[in-house]
């Protein structure tokens, strides 16, 4: 399931790039919303929030109120690992 994001996302022109599975740049933002890590990952934001409980993501708990911040490495790294599953 593929979810398009209701505003547009500065990271448009890097969805583009990870849907060819080209390696992420290292301009971007430091930290990602789950949100945007599920649209390069093409998951469900839901599936990331497991993949953090699990501990298979890293992430940053803002202020404890169970929003989080996906580092760029940690994309990269889960991206790498679906590669060689494949």
Do not use: F
Request: aromatic share 4%; charged share 25%; hydrophobic share 35%.
């Amino acid at each position: 399931m593929h979810i398009q994001p209701t505003t547009p996302s500065p990271y448009s022109w890097l969805l583009a790039r990870a849907r060819q599975t080209a390696p992420l740049p290292d301009r971007l933002s430091p930290l990602l919303s789950t949100r945007e890590v599920a649209t390069l990952l093409n998951m469900c934001p839901t599936t990331v929030r497991r993949m953090l409980y699990r501990g298979t993501l890293r992430g940053n708990r803002l202020n404890g109120k169970g929003r989080y911040r996906i580092p760029v490495s940690e994309v990269r790294r889960v991206i790498e690992l679906k590669e060689q599953a494949q």
